[in-house]
């Protein structure tokens, strides 16, 4: 038990790497304004950090934090907390889906009930852009399986042999006199229904497998058209030229020192513009965080480089268990309007100076001496124009403060042209101080925001009481 539980507690994140001979170097970049790398992962553990998070690099090795470090999605369903996160883009592009473990350790579940009793759900987003995300739904991916305990670390692969794609994940579950995990897979097309799950991977005796990833190789490049790692006890390696057909086992990289006492999480991607490839590996045995190795064959154990470490950086945050996007040059330019590194900022009242404006059972009102994230927003470029502002909580990425029948509320914005104008307001000089800020409504611009009996209130202004309600300073 204490070997799964170290194992669980540095589970998977990824990166990309580069290297020759023995050192990591910067890519061989095809074209200077090559489109970079996407990542999505989690942070560690607590209600916050196992969200989601997004990191951007445009090499595949030094990586800067999104969203000033903060999450981007936050799951609202489950266990309302999730990890591992995969990424998957269909084939035409024109769709893009987050699949995770629910899963949310130290915010009311421990190690031993996530292993014997935990989720049977994945936790999925979808999106058309990359950027505006629904709202998450559960998909129940363990409940099939007789006596099927959890459902951890999915991943997704386009199959084109199904024209469908090919879902798998790990369960804990009793089975020819072992219980431990194996990975698990079934078939869909939408990530709301999958067929009936099986058995995909099962390493003998007593021996778990938790994480594997498939990479799709090209043509000419090893003798394998897949190649998956997974950590087991190391890290092996396997060819297959069908997903769903004979894998081999390839080796590991103990012959780079690396064995399965050391490392874990393996997670791929590809450099642009090269046949070179990065694994990212997350060094728990030492609370090293991941590490890149490189190769020009995926399928070659023998190719495996190790980098210098000053080769790569993770950025601010901590990385855990995700997955990396190659990405086109208009999902980079969406992905990096959308989550700059905007602060987090309060608004505090004027004639109440004690008093911030939160957000609490998304109802929102001023409250006094708050310096939780329930009283932070980011004050981002207006959803309907420039010249604007819109207020996205911290706490709840995706949710805006909008004004609905004059009264406030926290929503999830649903992409539509109404909740863009509702959640729009031009700041403007203090109606009370001109050294403050007040807020007035984009579409209906006869009204501000103010307090009313505490509550936020979207009004005309016509007294010298309500233009102090109506004034607010914007503070750290």
Same mark, same amino acid.
């Given at each position: 038990?204490?070997?799964?539980?170290?194992?669980?507690?540095?589970?998977?994140?990824?990166?990309?790497?580069?290297?020759?001979?023995?050192?990591?170097?910067?890519?061989?970049?095809?074209?200077?304004?090559?489109?970079?790398?996407?990542?999505?992962?989690?942070?560690?553990?607590?209600?916050?950090?196992?969200?989601?998070?997004?990191?951007?690099?445009?090499?595949?090795?030094?990586?800067?934090?999104?969203?000033?470090?903060?999450?981007?999605?936050?799951?609202?369903?489950?266990?309302?907390?999730?990890?591992?996160?995969?990424?998957?883009?269909?084939?035409?592009?024109?769709?893009?889906?987050?699949?995770?473990?629910?899963?949310?350790?130290?915010?009311?579940?421990?190690?031993?009930?996530?292993?014997?009793?935990?989720?049977? &759900?994945?936790?999925?987003?979808?999106?058309?852009?990359?950027?505006?995300?629904?709202?998450?739904?559960?998909?129940?991916?363990?409940?099939?399986?007789?006596?099927?305990? $959890?459902?951890?670390?999915?991943?997704?692969?386009?199959?084109?042999?199904?024209?469908?794609?090919?879902?798998?994940?790990?369960?804990?579950?009793?089975? &020819?006199?072992?219980?431990?995990?194996?990975?698990?897979?079934?078939?869909?097309?939408?990530?709301?229904?999958?067929?009936?799950?099986?058995?995909?991977?099962?390493?003998?005796?007593?021996?778990?497998?938790?994480?594997?990833?498939?990479?799709?190789?090209?043509?000419?490049?090893?003798?394998?058209?897949?190649?998956?790692?997974?950590?087991?006890?190391?890290?092996?390696?396997?060819?297959?030229?069908?997903?769903?057909?004979?894998?081999?086992?390839?080796?590991?990289?103990?012959?780079?020192?690396?064995?399965?006492?050391?490392?874990?999480?393996?997670?791929?991607?590809?450099? &642009?513009?090269? $046949?070179?490839?990065?694994?990212?590996?997350?060094?728990?045995?030492?609370?090293?965080?991941?590490?890149?190795?490189?190769?020009?064959?995926?399928?070659?154990?023998?190719?495996?480089?190790?980098?210098?470490?000053?080769?790569? $950086?993770?950025?601010?945050?901590?990385?855990?268990?995700?997955?990396?996007?190659?990405?086109?040059?208009?999902?980079?330019?969406?992905?990096?309007?959308?989550?700059?590194?905007?602060?987090?900022?309060?608004?505090?009242?004027? &004639?109440?100076?004690?008093?911030?404006?939160?957000?609490? $059972?998304?109802?929102?009102?001023?409250?006094?001496?708050?310096?939780?994230?329930?009283?932070?927003?980011?004050?981002?470029?207006?959803?309907?124009?420039?010249?604007?502002?819109?207020?996205?909580?911290?706490?709840?990425?995706?949710?805006?403060?909008?004004?609905?029948?004059?009264?406030?509320?926290?929503?999830?914005?649903?992409?539509?042209?109404?909740?863009?104008?509702?959640?729009?307001?031009?700041?403007?000089?203090?109606?009370?101080?001109?050294?403050?800020?007040?807020?007035?409504?984009?579409?209906?611009?006869?009204?501000?925001?103010?307090?009313?009996?505490?509550?936020?209130?979207?009004?005309?202004?016509?007294?010298?009481?309500?233009?102090?309600?109506?004034?607010?300073?914007?503070?750290?």
């Amino acid at each position: 038990m204490r070997t799964l539980l170290s194992r669980l507690a540095a589970i998977l994140v990824a990166a990309c790497l580069l290297c020759t001979g023995q050192v990591l170097t910067t890519p061989e970049r095809a074209a200077a304004a090559d489109p970079g790398y996407l990542m999505v992962h989690f942070t560690g553990e607590g209600a916050t950090n196992q969200q989601m998070y997004l990191s951007h690099s445009t090499d595949g090795l030094h990586w800067n934090d999104l969203n000033g470090g903060g999450m981007v999605l936050r799951s609202t369903v489950g266990t309302q907390g999730v990890r591992d996160p995969a990424f998957v883009r269909s084939p035409d592009g024109s769709k893009y889906w987050i699949i995770a473990t629910d899963l949310c350790i130290s915010c009311g579940q421990n190690w031993d009930t996530a292993i014997n009793n935990g989720s049977r &759900n994945l936790v999925v987003w979808e999106s058309t852009d990359l950027v505006t995300w629904s709202k998450p739904w559960l998909l129940n991916v363990a409940g099939a399986i007789p006596d099927g305990r $959890n459902a951890w670390a999915p991943e997704a692969i386009w199959d084109p042999e199904t024209n469908g794609y090919i879902l798998y994940w790990a369960t804990n579950v009793p089975f &020819n006199g072992a219980t431990k995990h194996r990975i698990f897979y079934a078939r869909t097309s939408d990530f709301r229904t999958i067929t009936s799950p099986q058995i995909y991977i099962d390493r003998p005796g007593t021996q778990e497998i938790i994480d594997t990833q498939i990479i799709e190789v090209p043509s000419g490049v090893g003798n394998y058209r897949y190649v998956r790692a997974s950590g087991d006890g190391q890290i092996t390696l396997e060819g297959s030229n069908s997903i769903l057909g004979t894998w081999t086992r390839l080796g590991d990289l103990s012959g780079i020192g690396l064995t399965g006492s050391q490392v874990e999480g393996p997670m791929w991607m590809k450099f &642009n513009g090269t $046949n070179k490839w990065g694994l990212y590996l997350d060094q728990y045995a030492t609370n090293g965080g991941y590490m890149p190795v490189v190769t020009t064959d995926p399928s070659n154990p023998a190719a495996y480089q190790k980098p210098a470490s000053t080769s790569y $950086n993770m950025g601010g945050t901590k990385k855990r268990h995700g997955w990396i996007m190659n990405l086109t040059a208009a999902e980079e330019s969406r992905v990096l309007a959308r989550w700059p590194n905007t602060p987090a900022n309060r608004l505090q009242s004027y &004639n109440f100076q004690d008093r911030y404006v939160r957000h609490t $059972n998304f109802d929102v009102r001023i409250d006094q001496n708050v310096t939780s994230d329930d009283a932070k927003f980011r004050l981002r470029t207006g959803l309907a124009g420039s010249g604007t502002v819109s207020f996205e909580s911290v706490n709840y990425p995706g949710y805006f403060l909008r004004h609905t029948n004059y009264d406030f509320e926290l929503a999830y914005n649903d992409g539509s042209s109404q909740f863009a104008a509702d959640a729009t307001f031009r700041q403007v000089p203090g109606l009370a101080d001109s050294t403050w800020s007040s807020f007035q409504s984009y579409n209906y611009p006869d009204r501000y925001i103010r307090h009313y009996a505490y509550y936020l209130k979207l009004d005309p202004i016509t007294t010298a009481t309500a233009r102090s309600d109506a004034t607010f300073r914007v503070t750290n």
